[in-house]
């Protein structure tokens, strides 16, 4: 059983020639909304790759909220425990051009209301095998989420992005830290991700570097370069988030770490396959046959 505890946007994206300077209109092309937010992504991911999931999280009271829950529930998330709170969802207005520039405005909206947790979320949180958080909510509810799972057993795995500043302690929760390049410089505050540096923060670690697959570390002294599935690359979008729904599908169901991360990395070579962010999470089925080889 997996917990994923994080946001959940709409992601309104308009496609144009060239992005609009402040205070320009331009007449755009085609327009797609897609469910997202690195929370509910991950959570879907988790289900597609057939884990047990849950979703804990926070949604609006307009026709976004209503769309992404009946998303997530239709890939066999289950919702039972998302709030509803009064007000907007969040929000992700994206706009792209045509070399594939974007400007991004999130507007977090029901995420920012979603503080501390429930003795039903931490219920949901204790009884689960792996609980899987990011940090597009409040960090607090991040820290209250991995010292919830800490009490009762269940492990954590913390991606650290987007990347911000962390709580004081908050990594003293974590068990699998899974961050990029980027995230992991946030971290250690380096020109370069450094493992040793993380390692002494947080007992494992898992660096993506995109098309050069992962690494794997350890304070049992391993180090491992887990090299990436050759696929051929339509969209990056999503891929880390495909990576971290299997990984922690796959550390739930009792497989060794650097085998998990492994079959992550097929799921993320799966993603960059397809357009788009959510709807291209692959089925357990997809990540098998790119595992395989
Ligand atoms: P993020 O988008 O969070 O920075 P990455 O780009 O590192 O994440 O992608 C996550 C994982 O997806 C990588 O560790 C790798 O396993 C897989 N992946 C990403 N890009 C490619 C690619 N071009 N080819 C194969 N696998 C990829």
Redesign the pocket.
Known sequence: KVVVVGSANMDLVGLAEKLPRPGETVLGDDFVMTPGGKGANQAIAAARAGGTTTFLGAIGSDSFGVTLSSRLASTGVDTSQVRTSYGSSGVAVIMVDRAGENSILVSPGANRTFLDLTDDERARVAEADVLLCQQEIPMGTVAAALAAARESGTRTIL?A?PARELPPGLLDQVDLLVV????AQTITGGSAADLAALLALVPRVVL???????RYADRDGRDVH?P????E?VD????????CGALAVAWAEGRELLDAVRW??????A??RKIGASNALPSRAEIEAIFAG
């Open positions: 991606n992005a990029n390049e980027t995230e993506t570097l995109s098309g050069d697959g992962s887990v990436a599935f050759s696929v690359v990056t979008t999503a891929a880390g988030d495909a990576f992550a990395n097929a799921a993320g070579a993603a960059v």
